[in-house]
């Protein structure tokens, strides 16, 4: 076995060198989770700030739900979603099985409740400021949750990154949705966790500093957009 | 300013004392308990258009309580609130609006707040447009309409708040404690606001524990002792002559801990 510095340099090599697999990888990567967290945020953003904002009857429940939700297992729902997308399963038909679209599935599925629950912890301790002036202005419904949702959105950009970062690094769902076939189906943890147990560490160890480069970077620029929110009093 | 308000009937300074039409506002055996506590008790209160009333009383008297529940914010235990003579709906509720003691900034600029609250009640446009030109002005925050609102000084954010609630048009203005914690030059700025817009015909029942400012603004006053109305009637009057024994004690800066008064005065201001 090479020595660990040998294989950090070649790691180093292949992204610099803007290597085609890897490109590849990457790009499948980003592609399926900025998907599924965007979809996670059309549909846990709007669910998070009514769950937020509104007292309906089951709204307890549906915190608890969401809550519980947020540390579903990956391999519970990639399982999940293996049984409805596989040829006997209800969506069978479809086809969708060990494709970027199921993957794309399983992780909005993931994502999703971590959207609404961090959602609705944010947008409800803005309402409590504001509750009095929606009231008396007479703020209908789907204003509330605009205005909410507006008015949070530098929180929610950070609940948006949590999402991410859950998906992005997340193996187990799209690996058994996904399959891992190679220029179909290969993501970042999938390629790692391959690439480690055939012994090419080079290829998982630059998917590995693509990863937390990935990290720092989105980290940084919602930080960056955070403090600039801050300073003008909008956070 | 003056044009926000021309929808509504211009009212005369002076209503005769037989003027038949049902006051503004009034609220009947108005009744709020908490937690198996009476925090409004009984409270019969009739208020005519187009004059200020301003609402005295201790901390804890019942003073804030008593405005939520004439504005809707707050579902009386017993009573209830007429608008010209018609139960409080949606549509009287539009014609109200409300001014917190601690002005409630959107996370947006100065602007974009009169926006919102204008875009609520349906006002779109240029008239929108036309109608933020004439708050900014008139709260004298046309330099600073891009600022964002939560960096603004209190006293800026009052006027602001303020000049958002007249944006809308209200007939009825509720204040609560609108200078409280303002310094002078801030507390002028705002009486000046509250006498535009009361010349302009809108109807202005206001919260203040400043007796200076009751005397400069007030044309009428109640004044609340232990959740029930213990004095009703000109602001002058009451300020200078109370009769309530905690009103006397309020005035001559007494500590007045005695149980509440013999019993709710039940007048027409």
Redesign the interface.
């Known amino acids: 076995m090479e020595s660990f510095w040998g294989i950090l340099s070649e790691a180093f090599t292949l992204v610099l060198s803007w290597d085609p697999d890897l490109v590849e990888i990457v790009g499948l990567s980003l592609r399926v989770t900025l998907t599924a967290v965007g979809i996670a945020c059309l549909i846990g953003l709007p669910l998070g700030a009514v769950v937020g904002a509104f007292r309906f009857p089951g709204r307890g429940a549906v915190a608890l739900m969401l809550n519980a939700l947020m540390g579903l297992p990956p391999v519970v729902v990639g399982l999940m979603v293996y049984l409805m997308l596989s040829a006997s399963g209800p969506l069978g038909v479809l086809g969708l099985l060990y494709t970027p679209t199921a993957m794309i599935i399983a992780q909005t599925i993931l994502v999703t409740p971590i959207i609404a629950a961090l959602t609705k912890q944010v947008v409800e301790d803005l309402y409590a400021e504001y509750a009095d002036q929606f009231a008396s202005l007479g703020v209908g419904l789907a204003d509330r949750v605009g205005a909410l949702l507006w008015d949070a959105r530098y929180s929610l950009l950070t609940v948006a990154l949590a999402g991410f970062g859950r998906a992005v690094a997340e193996v187990g769902a799209v690996m058994i949705v996904g399959g891992n076939i190679n220029h179909v189906t290969r993501v970042m943890t999938t390629t790692i966790a391959l690439e480690t147990s055939k012994g090419n560490l080079q290829l998982a160890l630059a998917l590995g500093v693509v990863l937390l480069t990935l990290a720092v970077l989105v980290n940084g620029a919602v930080m960056a957009l955070r403090a600039s929110a801050v300073r003008s009093a909008y956070a | 300013m003056r044009d926000l308000a021309s929808e509504f009937t211009p009212l005369g300074p002076a209503i005769s004392a037989n003027d038949v039409r049902p006051p503004l506002i009034e609220t009947r055996g108005l009744c709020f308990e908490d937690r198996g506590q009476r925090l409004l008790d009984n409270i019969d209160l009739k208020l005519r258009a187009g004059r200020l009333t301003v609402v005295l009383g201790a901390n804890g008297a019942g003073k804030s309580l008593l405005l939520r529940a004439m ?3 707050l579902n009386p235990t017993e009573g209830e609130v007429l608008w010209q003579g018609r139960p409080l709906d ?1 549509a009287a ?2 014609a ?3 001014v ?1 003691q601690r002005p ?1 900034m ?3 600029s100065v602007r974009a707040n009169l926006r ?2 204008l ?3 349906g006002v779109m446009g240029r008239e929108r447009a036309r109608r933020e030109a004439e708050a900014l002005d008139l709260a004298r925050l046309s330099d600073l309409a891009d600022r ?1 609102a ?2 603004l000084s209190g006293g800026e954010q009052q006027r602001l708040a303020l000049a958002r609630a007249l944006a ?1 048009g209200p007939e009825l203005l509720f204040l609560d404690e609108p200078t409280a914690s303002l310094d002078p030059g801030s507390t002028q700025a705002i009486e000046d606001l509250i006498r535009t817009a009361q010349s302009s015909g809108v109807t202005i029942i206001m919260i203040t524990h400043d007796a200076g400012q009751a005397r400069r603004l007030g044309q009428e006053a109640v004044f609340l002792h232990g959740g029930r109305v213990a004095e009703t009637g000109p602001a002058a009057r009451l300020l200078e002559a109370p009769r309530a024994p905690a009103a006397r004690a309020w005035r001559e800066g007494r500590l007045y801990l005695e149980p509440p008064g013999a019993g709710p005065v039940h007048q027409v201001i």
């Open positions: 504005h809707g914010l949606r509720r539009r109200q609006a409300m917190f409630v959107l996370r947006r919102f609250a875009s609520v009640r964002p939560r960096v809308c």
